[in-house]
């Protein structure tokens, strides 16, 4: 009963501890430029501890990706600030036009939208997970979002409802808000990874 105690308590300070360094990592970029880096130093601080690894001093792990990641970091939270200017431009015009064609086209379109948020969802994680080209993390991540309908459900609902608990008690939201989603956002696609692996090792093997 001790042990698991401490072990909760151990994990509930982690979550607090790095959810602080995030915000104030995102003030000190300015908030525009420091979103991006901020959230990729938190992912992949959360991704050594899923896949075991508790050792990492927390504030030295942070500070230096940090630091590295800040400049390519930003170059994909430019693609994100883009996708969602244009989204937000494609909800106006569909809310000035309505009727006849654009009727016809709103569903494809929203669809679309869809599919696009949440290989948004994926870009991060695998930013994080994978060494690879700056386009090769979009292809990626577009990919196991497009064959994992079920992680990208769970992913969702998951963090959606965390966040409501988290609503209705305001002030976790400052110590969790982001620790907490971004754990399960990291888990979710954390396996999503490993089954994909494990597909390639066993088509290896066939081949």
Request: with cysteine.
């Amino acid at each position: 009963m001790r042990n698991s105690l401490f072990a909760a308590t151990e994990w509930i300070t982690r979550f607090a501890y790095v959810n602080i360094l995030w915000m104030a990592f995102i003030l000190v970029g300015l908030i525009i430029f420091g979103i991006f880096p901020a959230t990729v130093a938190m992912f992949t601080l959360i991704r050594q501890w899923i896949m075991g690894n508790m050792e990492s001093p927390v504030f030295k792990t942070f500070w230096n990706t940090y630091k590295k990641e800040f400049l390519r970091s930003n170059l994909f939270g430019l693609v994100f600030y883009l996708i969602s200017l244009l989204f937000y431009i494609n909800l106006q015009f569909m809310e000035i036009n309505q009727g006849g064609f654009y009727d016809i086209v709103k569903i494809p379109l929203y669809i679309f939208m869809l599919a696009i948020s949440i290989t948004l969802i994926y870009v991060i994680p695998t930013y994080v997970h994978f060494e690879l080209r700056f386009i090769d993390v979009w292809k990626n991540a577009f990919l196991v979002m497009l064959i994992h309908p079920l992680h990208n459900i769970s992913m969702v609902i998951g963090s959606a409802a965390v966040l409501y608990v988290m609503w209705m008690f305001p002030g976790s939201l400052f110590f969790f808000g982001g620790s907490l989603v971004g754990y399960i956002m990291m888990g979710t696609c954390y396996h999503a990874f490993k089954r994909v692996a494990a597909k390639k090792e066993k088509l290896a093997e066939n081949n």
